[in-house]
Each structure stands twice: as structure tokens, then as C-alpha cells.
């Protein structure tokens, strides 16, 4: 089993929609969460991260970890085309934590 | 504050050839990790150093190495390619507070063509 599992869609949703990705993941030393947004043929730009459980918010982006069934959430509200990419997210051990465990990416398309 | 810098951004060699990629960290970040995307594996880890000292390493073969210097600047080396070499070879470097790690922040990446 993957320490991190990730829908790898493709998904694709209409301008406006309030898009959720989802990972989960198995490792409970897992404290750290991230996500990434990687264009085509760039390198991945991190969006956001939260540190143990709950929610985080910035802008049309909300990232959300429950621990208690090891799942991470991102919810983009209002998505736009240039939305389009593809989201990575991540885990980190906490304390001692020096490898970073990625999901395999979620592919994004919103059509205008 | 510059990003993550990655040299070469492409790079097209020969099977039997090795390569030699560059990459500069996040002022202040001595940890820097790298990675191998590809269509179809996505993100694999290939190693991470810290003061200039490997502390992980992912399941490639030996081919596969690297280094960091004092200044945190790190290198990675590929022997022999392959032509399933071929891929993007990203760079991420972090801060270290303590003995902690922070989030990790990504390099443009070199993409790498093997024939």
C-alpha cells in the first residue's frame, strides 16, 4: 500500500463548479499536508499546506485534513480555466519527518 | 527571495551517456530533495540531502547519485542512461528549523530526453 493515495481522474468540471480533490492516506505520523498545482511541463508550485487536523483557507482554495479517517481535501470554489492542471498532494512526518510522501496527482480540466 | 533554480532545463543525450544536473536552493533552505516525474509513475523520490549529507534515498539503482556543497547547492548524476531515464528531474528545496523540516518548494525541473 501507498503511504499516499490519490484519485488520479481526469477530471473535468464546468467554469463556476466548486471542484473537491481527495487523498487519503496511512501513515497516523503524518502531520504535515500539502498540495501542489503543476501546469504542463512546469514544476509543481505549492498552493497550500496545514499543519494536523482541520481547515485552512486561502482565497477560492480550502484545504481540509481529517485525522481521525486519514483523508485530505482541497476545494477550489468558483473554478476557473486556468484552474486547469494537475494537483499534487503530500505528507510530511512529524517530528523527525526528512521524506515527503506525494500522491500520484489529480489531472483538472474546467471547461469555460 | 529567487525560487529554486534547476540547469540545465532540457538536455537530450545518448543511451551509455551520464548526465550531471544543477540545482540551487531557496536561500536559507539546506534541505534539497529530488525527484523523477513520468507520465506514468508520476513523482518518485530519488534522494534528499542535508548538510551535505544523504539522509534518504528512494529505490533507484546505484546509476543514480548525488551530492550537495556547503553552500547547499546540490547536483544529481545519472551513469549509463537509459532510455527509460528519460523524464522531468525535479529539484525541492526546504528549510530546516531545528531538526525539522518545513514545506517543500520545487524547482522548474530539468527534462530530460534519452535516444
Known amino acids: 500500500q501507498k503511504e499516499v493515495e490519490q484519485d488520479p481522474g481526469p477530471l473535468s468540471v464546468p467554469e463556476g463548479a466548486i471542484v473537491s480533490l481527495n487523498c487519503t492516506y496511512s501513515?497516523?505520523?503524518?502531520?504535515?499536508f500539502m498540495w501542489y498545482r503543476q501546469y504542463s511541463r512546469k514544476g509543481p508550485e505549492l498552493l497550500m499546506y496545514?499543519?494536523?487536523?482541520g481547515n485552512k483557507e486561502d482565497g477560492r482554495f480550502t484545504a481540509q485534513v481529517d485525522k481521525s479517517s486519514k483523508y485530505i481535501s482541497l476545494f477550489i470554489r468558483d473554478s476557473q480555466p486556468s484552474d486547469s492542471a494537475t494537483y499534487l498532494c503530500?505528507?510530511?512526518?512529524?517530528?523527525?519527518?526528512?521524506?515527503?510522501?506525494f500522491g500520484t496527482g489529480t489531472s483538472l480540466t474546467v471547461i469555460p | 527571495k529567487a525560487g529554486v533554480t534547476q540547469t540545465p532545463r532540457y538536455l537530450i543525450k545518448t543511451r551509455g551517456q551520464q548526465v550531471t544536473l544543477s540545482c540551487s536552493p531557496i536561500?536559507?533552505?539546506?534541505?534539497v530533495s529530488w525527484y523523477q516525474q513520468t507520465p506514468g509513475q508520476g513523482l518518485q523520490f530519488l534522494f534528499e540531502?542535508?548538510?551535505?549529507?544523504?539522509?534518504n534515498k528512494g529505490n533507484f539503482p546505484g546509476r543514480f547519485s548525488g551530492r550537495q556543497f556547503s553552500n547547499s547547492r546540490s547536483e544529481m548524476n545519472v551513469s549509463t542512461l537509459e532510455l527509460g531515464d528519460s523524464a522531468l528531474y525535479l529539484c525541492?528545496?526546504?528549510?530546516?528549523?531545528?531538526?525539522?523540516?518545513?514545506?517543500?518548494?520545487f524547482g522548474p525541473g530539468t527534462r530530460l530526453l534519452v535516444l
Open positions: 540531502y542535508f548538510s551535505e549529507t544523504q539522509r
Open positions: 496545514t499543519y494536523s487536523s
Open positions: 525541492a528545496s526546504s528549510r530546516v528549523v531545528g531538526t525539522e523540516q518545513e514545506t517543500q518548494y
Open positions: 501513515n497516523s505520523a503524518f502531520q504535515y
Open positions: 503530500a505528507s510530511l512526518k512529524y517530528p523527525g519527518g526528512n521524506q515527503f510522501y
Open positions: 536561500s536559507g533552505h539546506r534541505s
